[in-house]
Protein backbone atom coordinates (compact mmCIF):
# COMPACT_ATOMS: atom_id res chain seq x y z
CA UNK A 1 0.00 0.00 0.00
CA UNK A 2 1.26 3.43 -0.90
CA UNK A 3 0.83 5.67 1.85
CA UNK A 4 1.03 8.67 -0.37
CA UNK A 5 -1.36 7.81 -2.73
CA UNK A 6 -4.05 6.50 -0.82
CA UNK A 7 -7.75 6.25 -2.46
CA UNK A 8 -10.99 5.44 -1.28
CA UNK A 9 -10.92 1.50 -2.30
CA UNK A 10 -7.91 1.59 -0.18
CA UNK A 11 -9.63 3.56 2.84
CA UNK A 12 -12.54 1.21 2.23
CA UNK A 13 -10.76 -1.98 2.41
CA UNK A 14 -8.81 -0.39 5.73
CA UNK A 15 -11.92 0.37 7.74
CA UNK A 16 -13.65 -2.92 6.77
CA UNK A 17 -10.32 -5.51 7.29
CA UNK A 18 -8.09 -3.57 9.32
CA UNK A 19 -8.91 -0.93 11.15
CA UNK A 20 -5.67 -0.87 12.99
CA UNK A 21 -3.34 -1.37 10.69
CA UNK A 22 0.57 -1.35 11.54
CA UNK A 23 2.10 -0.10 7.72
CA UNK A 24 5.46 -2.06 7.68
CA UNK A 25 7.53 0.47 5.82
CA UNK A 26 6.97 3.36 7.72
CA UNK A 27 6.14 1.53 11.16
CA UNK A 28 3.29 3.96 11.41
CA UNK A 29 -0.25 2.57 12.61
CA UNK A 30 -2.98 3.45 10.56
CA UNK A 31 -6.66 4.16 12.20
CA UNK A 32 -9.73 4.53 10.11
CA UNK A 33 -12.63 4.24 11.32
CA UNK A 34 -14.70 7.40 12.20
CA UNK A 35 -15.19 6.19 16.25
CA UNK A 36 -11.58 5.47 16.79
CA UNK A 37 -10.31 8.68 15.13
CA UNK A 38 -12.71 10.98 17.32
CA UNK A 39 -11.74 8.86 20.20
CA UNK A 40 -8.02 9.05 19.87
CA UNK A 41 -8.47 13.04 19.10
CA UNK A 42 -10.40 13.39 22.04
CA UNK A 43 -8.06 11.55 24.50
CA UNK A 44 -5.03 13.97 24.66
CA UNK A 45 -3.42 12.12 27.91
CA UNK A 46 -3.10 9.37 26.60
CA UNK A 47 -2.16 10.67 22.56
CA UNK A 48 0.41 12.94 22.54
CA UNK A 49 0.54 15.35 19.07
CA UNK A 50 3.81 15.95 19.18
CA UNK A 51 4.89 14.13 15.82
CA UNK A 52 2.70 16.02 14.08
CA UNK A 53 4.77 17.97 12.25
CA UNK A 54 8.03 15.26 12.11
CA UNK A 55 9.42 14.71 8.69
CA UNK A 56 7.43 11.19 7.24
CA UNK A 57 10.37 10.68 5.27
CA UNK A 58 13.88 10.71 7.44
CA UNK A 59 15.92 14.11 6.75
CA UNK A 60 19.38 12.75 7.15
CA UNK A 61 22.79 14.67 8.64
CA UNK A 62 24.21 16.93 6.05
CA UNK A 63 20.56 17.81 4.74
CA UNK A 64 19.56 18.89 8.18
CA UNK A 65 22.69 21.37 8.43
CA UNK A 66 21.20 23.27 5.72
CA UNK A 67 18.82 23.99 8.25
CA UNK A 68 20.93 24.08 11.03
CA UNK A 69 22.15 26.59 9.62
CA UNK A 70 19.26 28.81 9.17
CA UNK A 71 18.39 28.04 13.44
CA UNK A 72 15.57 25.96 12.05
CA UNK A 73 13.53 24.15 14.68
CA UNK A 74 10.22 23.07 15.80
CA UNK A 75 9.72 23.56 19.72
CA UNK A 76 6.14 22.48 20.85
CA UNK A 77 3.62 25.08 19.85
CA UNK A 78 0.65 24.68 18.48
CA UNK A 79 -0.50 21.27 16.64
CA UNK A 80 3.01 19.81 17.88
CA UNK A 81 2.64 20.67 21.60
CA UNK A 82 1.11 18.30 23.90
CA UNK A 83 2.43 20.34 26.99
CA UNK A 84 0.50 23.65 29.34
CA UNK A 85 2.39 26.16 27.17
CA UNK A 86 -0.33 25.60 24.37
CA UNK A 87 -3.06 27.15 25.97
CA UNK A 88 -1.14 30.64 25.97
CA UNK A 89 0.37 30.22 22.74
CA UNK A 90 -3.25 29.61 20.99
CA UNK A 91 -5.10 31.92 22.50
CA UNK A 92 -2.28 34.50 21.39
CA UNK A 93 -3.39 33.11 17.36
CA UNK A 94 -6.88 32.60 18.01
CA UNK A 95 -6.91 36.73 18.50
CA UNK A 96 -6.50 37.24 15.44
CA UNK A 97 -9.42 35.06 14.04
CA UNK A 98 -12.10 35.56 16.20
CA UNK A 99 -15.59 34.70 14.04
CA UNK A 100 -16.42 38.42 14.06
CA UNK A 101 -12.44 39.03 12.28
CA UNK A 102 -13.13 36.35 10.10
CA UNK A 103 -16.78 37.41 9.14
CA UNK A 104 -15.31 41.12 8.79
CA UNK A 105 -13.11 39.70 5.15
CA UNK A 106 -15.85 38.47 3.51
CA UNK A 107 -16.24 41.75 1.08
CA UNK A 108 -12.31 41.97 1.09
CA UNK A 109 -12.48 37.71 -0.14
CA UNK A 110 -14.89 38.26 -2.68
CA UNK A 111 -12.97 41.23 -4.02
CA UNK A 112 -10.06 39.16 -4.26
CA UNK A 113 -12.11 36.54 -6.19
CA UNK A 114 -13.83 38.79 -8.49
CA UNK A 115 -10.60 40.22 -9.24
CA UNK A 116 -9.51 37.03 -10.40
CA UNK A 117 -12.50 35.49 -12.23
CA UNK A 118 -12.35 39.23 -14.09
CA UNK A 119 -9.16 37.73 -15.69
CA UNK A 120 -10.45 33.93 -16.21
CA UNK A 121 -11.09 33.45 -20.44
CA UNK A 122 -11.82 30.39 -22.47
CA UNK A 123 -11.77 28.31 -24.41
CA UNK A 124 -9.58 26.59 -21.17
CA UNK A 125 -8.47 27.99 -18.03
CA UNK A 126 -7.02 26.49 -15.45
CA UNK A 127 -8.71 28.06 -11.54
CA UNK A 128 -6.09 26.38 -9.72
CA UNK A 129 -3.35 28.90 -10.19
CA UNK A 130 -6.20 31.43 -11.96
CA UNK A 131 -8.42 31.89 -8.50
CA UNK A 132 -7.17 28.87 -5.47
CA UNK A 133 -3.10 29.29 -5.73
CA UNK A 134 -2.83 32.83 -4.03
CA UNK A 135 -5.85 34.35 -2.54
CA UNK A 136 -5.71 32.67 0.48
CA UNK A 137 -1.94 33.39 1.31
CA UNK A 138 -3.39 37.31 0.77
CA UNK A 139 -6.06 36.70 3.11
CA UNK A 140 -3.92 35.22 5.92
CA UNK A 141 -1.52 37.79 5.59
CA UNK A 142 -4.56 40.29 5.96
CA UNK A 143 -5.93 39.22 8.62
CA UNK A 144 -3.06 38.26 10.59
CA UNK A 145 -1.87 42.11 10.28
CA UNK A 146 1.49 41.24 8.13
CA UNK A 147 2.47 43.35 5.58
CA UNK A 148 5.15 43.75 2.98
CA UNK A 149 4.95 39.86 2.07
CA UNK A 150 6.58 38.36 -1.29
CA UNK A 151 2.96 36.26 -2.06
CA UNK A 152 4.41 33.82 -4.54
CA UNK A 153 7.69 33.86 -2.44
CA UNK A 154 5.94 32.68 0.67
CA UNK A 155 3.96 30.19 -1.81
CA UNK A 156 7.27 28.97 -2.74
CA UNK A 157 8.52 28.26 0.27
CA UNK A 158 5.44 27.25 1.78
CA UNK A 159 4.84 23.98 -1.20
CA UNK A 160 8.98 23.34 -0.63
CA UNK A 161 8.35 22.60 3.12
CA UNK A 162 4.67 20.53 2.73
CA UNK A 163 7.00 18.21 0.03
CA UNK A 164 10.11 18.28 2.38
CA UNK A 165 8.46 17.31 5.98
CA UNK A 166 4.89 15.08 4.06
CA UNK A 167 6.58 14.05 0.91
CA UNK A 168 8.64 11.57 -0.10
CA UNK A 169 11.68 13.73 -1.44
CA UNK A 170 15.14 11.56 -2.35
CA UNK A 171 18.37 12.88 -1.14
CA UNK A 172 19.33 15.39 -4.17
CA UNK A 173 15.19 16.80 -3.78
CA UNK A 174 15.59 16.90 -0.53
CA UNK A 175 18.71 19.14 -0.72
CA UNK A 176 16.60 21.42 -3.20
CA UNK A 177 13.72 21.83 -0.52
CA UNK A 178 15.51 22.30 2.33
CA UNK A 179 17.21 25.63 0.53
CA UNK A 180 13.81 27.49 0.32
CA UNK A 181 12.72 26.29 4.06
CA UNK A 182 15.54 27.23 5.63
CA UNK A 183 15.17 30.66 3.87
CA UNK A 184 11.39 30.77 5.15
CA UNK A 185 12.76 30.61 8.29
CA UNK A 186 15.39 33.20 8.51
CA UNK A 187 12.84 35.14 6.94
CA UNK A 188 10.34 34.92 10.18
CA UNK A 189 13.24 35.39 11.91
CA UNK A 190 14.45 38.52 11.43
CA UNK A 191 10.93 39.84 10.74
CA UNK A 192 10.22 38.62 14.27
CA UNK A 193 13.00 40.39 15.75
CA UNK A 194 11.69 43.46 13.82
CA UNK A 195 9.02 43.66 15.22
CA UNK A 196 6.94 46.71 17.41
CA UNK A 197 3.14 47.13 18.64
CA UNK A 198 0.93 44.01 18.84
CA UNK A 199 -1.40 44.81 15.93
CA UNK A 200 0.55 41.96 13.80
CA UNK A 201 0.64 38.47 14.50
CA UNK A 202 4.70 39.02 14.59
CA UNK A 203 4.25 41.89 17.53
CA UNK A 204 2.07 39.71 19.30
CA UNK A 205 4.78 37.15 19.73
CA UNK A 206 7.37 39.27 20.98
CA UNK A 207 7.09 38.13 24.73
CA UNK A 208 7.59 34.47 23.57
CA UNK A 209 11.26 33.68 22.47
CA UNK A 210 12.02 33.60 19.09
CA UNK A 211 12.86 30.06 18.10
CA UNK A 212 9.12 28.87 19.13
CA UNK A 213 7.76 32.01 17.43
CA UNK A 214 9.81 31.43 14.40
CA UNK A 215 8.55 27.43 14.55
CA UNK A 216 4.99 28.57 15.27
CA UNK A 217 4.50 30.97 12.57
CA UNK A 218 6.72 28.26 10.07
CA UNK A 219 3.34 26.11 10.85
CA UNK A 220 0.61 28.78 11.24
CA UNK A 221 1.85 30.57 7.68
CA UNK A 222 1.82 27.56 6.31
CA UNK A 223 -1.22 25.71 7.36
CA UNK A 224 -3.04 28.65 7.18
CA UNK A 225 -3.07 29.06 3.41
CA UNK A 226 -1.64 25.75 1.38
CA UNK A 227 -4.37 23.70 3.17
CA UNK A 228 -7.28 26.43 1.74
CA UNK A 229 -5.62 26.82 -1.83
CA UNK A 230 -6.51 22.95 -1.62
CA UNK A 231 -9.92 23.40 -0.21
CA UNK A 232 -10.58 25.67 -2.77
CA UNK A 233 -9.42 23.27 -6.06
CA UNK A 234 -10.99 20.44 -4.33
CA UNK A 235 -14.37 22.08 -4.00
CA UNK A 236 -14.42 23.29 -7.54
CA UNK A 237 -13.20 19.86 -9.22
CA UNK A 238 -16.04 18.21 -6.80
CA UNK A 239 -18.97 20.93 -7.58
CA UNK A 240 -17.86 20.43 -11.41
CA UNK A 241 -17.99 16.91 -11.66
CA UNK A 242 -21.67 16.09 -9.35
CA UNK A 243 -24.47 16.50 -11.94
CA UNK A 244 -26.08 19.66 -12.09
CA UNK A 245 -25.09 20.86 -9.05
CA UNK A 246 -22.93 24.21 -10.09
CA UNK A 247 -26.38 25.41 -11.79
CA UNK A 248 -28.05 25.05 -8.38
CA UNK A 249 -25.49 27.35 -6.40
CA UNK A 250 -27.41 30.21 -6.02
CA UNK A 251 -29.70 28.33 -3.78
CA UNK A 252 -29.71 29.98 -0.45
CA UNK A 253 -27.05 28.14 1.78
CA UNK A 254 -25.91 25.64 -0.91
CA UNK A 255 -23.04 26.87 -1.63
CA UNK A 256 -21.99 26.11 2.30
CA UNK A 257 -23.01 23.00 2.74
CA UNK A 258 -21.46 21.77 -0.39
CA UNK A 259 -18.24 23.28 1.31
CA UNK A 260 -19.00 20.98 3.96
CA UNK A 261 -19.83 17.69 1.90
CA UNK A 262 -16.20 17.83 0.66
CA UNK A 263 -14.46 18.78 3.43
CA UNK A 264 -16.03 15.80 4.51
CA UNK A 265 -15.24 13.29 1.49
CA UNK A 266 -12.42 14.97 0.15
CA UNK A 267 -10.74 16.70 3.00
CA UNK A 268 -6.97 18.18 2.05
CA UNK A 269 -5.70 17.29 5.04
CA UNK A 270 -5.87 13.38 4.80
CA UNK A 271 -4.35 12.48 7.92
CA UNK A 272 -2.78 13.51 11.21
CA UNK A 273 -0.72 12.08 13.51
CA UNK A 274 -1.00 10.97 17.24
CA UNK A 275 1.71 9.32 19.77
CA UNK A 276 0.30 6.54 22.19
CA UNK A 277 1.46 7.51 25.30
CA UNK A 278 0.71 4.33 27.36
CA UNK A 279 -0.49 0.63 25.92
CA UNK A 280 -3.51 1.07 24.47
CA UNK A 281 -6.42 -1.01 22.79
CA UNK A 282 -8.15 0.37 19.54
CA UNK A 283 -10.81 -0.98 17.79
CA UNK A 284 -9.64 -5.07 19.53
CA UNK A 285 -5.84 -4.42 18.61
CA UNK A 286 -3.22 -3.60 20.94
CA UNK A 287 -0.90 -0.92 20.30
CA UNK A 288 2.28 -0.35 22.66
CA UNK A 289 3.51 2.70 24.03
CA UNK A 290 5.01 4.79 21.93
CA UNK A 291 3.14 3.53 18.49
CA UNK A 292 2.92 6.51 16.29
CA UNK A 293 -0.43 6.86 14.98
CA UNK A 294 -1.80 8.09 11.71
CA UNK A 295 -5.37 8.99 12.26
CA UNK A 296 -7.21 8.66 8.53
CA UNK A 297 -9.36 11.43 8.58
CA UNK A 298 -10.28 11.47 4.96
CA UNK A 299 -10.94 7.68 5.84
CA UNK A 300 -13.30 8.91 8.90
CA UNK A 301 -14.93 10.75 6.74
CA UNK A 302 -16.28 8.11 4.29
CA UNK A 303 -17.44 5.83 7.31
CA UNK A 304 -20.72 4.14 6.44
CA UNK A 305 -21.43 3.49 9.69
CA UNK A 306 -21.29 7.35 10.40
CA UNK A 307 -22.35 8.64 6.71
CA UNK A 308 -24.89 7.13 4.31
CA UNK A 309 -23.73 6.34 1.06
CA UNK A 310 -20.61 8.14 2.27
CA UNK A 311 -19.48 8.30 -1.45
CA UNK A 312 -22.11 10.75 -2.51
CA UNK A 313 -21.65 14.49 -2.62
CA UNK A 314 -24.93 14.87 -0.68
CA UNK A 315 -25.05 18.99 0.18
CA UNK A 316 -28.79 17.85 2.40
CA UNK A 317 -26.48 15.39 4.42
CA UNK A 318 -28.09 16.42 7.90
CA UNK A 319 -24.57 15.32 9.81
CA UNK A 320 -22.38 16.83 7.14
CA UNK A 321 -20.68 18.89 9.42
CA UNK A 322 -19.75 15.81 12.14
CA UNK A 323 -16.65 15.59 9.83
CA UNK A 324 -13.06 15.13 11.50
CA UNK A 325 -11.34 17.44 8.83
CA UNK A 326 -10.53 20.06 10.71
CA UNK A 327 -9.53 17.62 13.62
CA UNK A 328 -11.30 17.90 17.52
CA UNK A 329 -10.68 18.30 20.78
CA UNK A 330 -7.91 20.13 21.89
CA UNK A 331 -6.34 20.90 18.85
CA UNK A 332 -9.18 21.76 16.81
CA UNK A 333 -8.59 23.84 13.75
CA UNK A 334 -7.84 27.71 14.69
CA UNK A 335 -8.66 28.84 10.88
CA UNK A 336 -12.10 26.57 10.53
CA UNK A 337 -14.21 29.30 10.27
CA UNK A 338 -11.86 31.44 7.43
CA UNK A 339 -11.60 28.35 5.66
CA UNK A 340 -15.05 27.94 5.34
CA UNK A 341 -15.59 31.35 4.97
CA UNK A 342 -13.21 31.14 2.03
CA UNK A 343 -14.16 28.25 0.25
CA UNK A 344 -18.54 29.77 0.22
CA UNK A 345 -17.45 33.20 -1.14
CA UNK A 346 -14.88 31.87 -3.80
CA UNK A 347 -17.33 29.25 -5.29
CA UNK A 348 -20.40 32.15 -5.08
CA UNK A 349 -18.18 34.68 -6.88
CA UNK A 350 -17.45 31.38 -9.69
CA UNK A 351 -20.42 30.80 -10.14
CA UNK A 352 -22.00 34.49 -10.21
CA UNK A 353 -19.41 35.13 -12.90
CA UNK A 354 -19.48 31.90 -14.82
CA UNK A 355 -23.04 30.52 -14.70
CA UNK A 356 -22.39 27.59 -17.41
CA UNK A 357 -18.26 26.63 -16.74
CA UNK A 358 -18.03 23.39 -16.96
CA UNK A 359 -14.73 21.00 -16.98
CA UNK A 360 -12.98 21.06 -19.90
CA UNK A 361 -12.16 17.22 -19.52
CA UNK A 362 -13.70 14.44 -17.76
CA UNK A 363 -10.37 13.05 -17.01
CA UNK A 364 -9.41 12.73 -13.35
CA UNK A 365 -7.00 15.78 -12.81
CA UNK A 366 -3.36 15.37 -11.49
CA UNK A 367 -3.14 15.20 -7.52
CA UNK A 368 -0.85 16.52 -4.99
CA UNK A 369 -0.09 13.62 -3.10
CA UNK A 370 1.49 13.88 0.12
CA UNK A 371 1.00 11.63 3.27
CA UNK A 372 -1.41 14.27 4.91
CA UNK A 373 -2.13 16.59 2.31
CA UNK A 374 -4.55 15.68 -1.17
CA UNK A 375 -6.26 17.91 -3.65
CA UNK A 376 -6.12 18.70 -7.13
CA UNK A 377 -3.14 20.47 -8.94
CA UNK A 378 -5.38 21.91 -11.92
CA UNK A 379 -9.17 22.51 -12.19
CA UNK A 380 -9.06 22.89 -15.80
CA UNK A 381 -12.42 24.50 -17.21
CA UNK A 382 -14.28 26.07 -20.17
CA UNK A 383 -15.46 28.99 -18.51
CA UNK A 384 -18.61 29.99 -20.75
CA UNK A 385 -19.55 33.12 -21.35
CA UNK A 386 -19.45 35.18 -18.09
CA UNK A 387 -22.82 36.32 -16.69
CA UNK A 388 -24.35 39.65 -18.13
CA UNK A 389 -22.67 39.24 -21.55
CA UNK A 390 -25.40 39.92 -23.88
CA UNK A 391 -26.51 36.71 -26.21
CA UNK A 392 -26.16 39.18 -29.12
CA UNK A 393 -23.56 41.85 -29.58
CA UNK A 394 -25.64 44.72 -31.22
CA UNK A 395 -23.39 46.63 -33.35
C1 LIG B 1 -9.33 23.65 4.59
C2 LIG B 1 -8.46 24.23 5.35
C3 LIG B 1 -7.91 23.63 6.61
C4 LIG B 1 -7.90 22.32 7.06
C5 LIG B 1 -8.50 21.10 6.36
C6 LIG B 1 -7.22 22.30 8.34
C7 LIG B 1 -7.02 21.17 9.11
C8 LIG B 1 -6.42 21.14 10.34
C9 LIG B 1 -6.20 19.96 11.13
C10 LIG B 1 -6.59 18.56 10.73
C11 LIG B 1 -5.58 20.33 12.28
C12 LIG B 1 -5.15 19.41 13.43
C13 LIG B 1 -6.28 19.33 14.42
C14 LIG B 1 -6.07 18.34 15.55
O1 LIG B 1 -4.93 17.96 15.85
O2 LIG B 1 -7.09 17.93 16.15
C15 LIG B 1 -5.40 21.76 12.23
C16 LIG B 1 -4.81 22.51 13.21
C17 LIG B 1 -4.58 23.85 13.09
N1 LIG B 1 -4.96 24.68 12.04
FE1 LIG B 1 -5.98 24.17 10.39
N2 LIG B 1 -6.84 23.57 8.64
C18 LIG B 1 -7.24 24.41 7.63
C19 LIG B 1 -7.07 25.78 7.56
C20 LIG B 1 -6.48 26.54 8.51
C21 LIG B 1 -6.38 27.98 8.49
C22 LIG B 1 -6.99 28.88 7.41
C23 LIG B 1 -5.69 28.35 9.61
C24 LIG B 1 -5.31 29.71 10.11
C25 LIG B 1 -5.77 30.83 9.65
C26 LIG B 1 -5.38 27.13 10.35
C27 LIG B 1 -4.70 27.09 11.56
C28 LIG B 1 -4.54 25.95 12.34
C29 LIG B 1 -3.86 25.95 13.61
C30 LIG B 1 -3.24 27.16 14.31
C31 LIG B 1 -3.90 24.63 14.10
C32 LIG B 1 -3.29 24.11 15.40
C33 LIG B 1 -4.29 24.27 16.51
C34 LIG B 1 -3.78 23.75 17.83
O3 LIG B 1 -2.92 22.87 17.87
O4 LIG B 1 -4.27 24.25 18.86
N3 LIG B 1 -5.87 26.06 9.65
N4 LIG B 1 -5.94 22.25 11.02
Redesign the pocket.
Known sequence: MDLFQLGSEDLRSLRANAPVHRDETTGLWLVSRYDDVRAV?ADPRRFH?DN?LTAVTAIPRPVLRVLARAGFSLPP?????GTDT?TD??RL??R??TPARVEAMRPRIAELARERLARVAGPVADLHPALARDL?AI??ME??GIERVDIPLLKAWSTASLELFWGNPALERQYELAAPTAEFHRWLTSRLRAARGDDDLFGALRDVPVREAAG?CY??LI???E??T??LSAVLDAVLRQGDLWSRLDEPGLAGRVVEEV?RRD???TT?R?IAAEPVTIAGVAVPAGAHLLLM?AGSGSDPAVFAEPERLCPVRPNARKH?????????????G???L??EVVLREAFARFPNLRLASAQPPPMLGLL?FRAPLSVLVDPGEPAGTPAVQLV
Open positions: LPATLANNHLRVAFLPVLVMLFLAGQTTQLLPPVWRLLAFGFGRHFCLGALAREAS
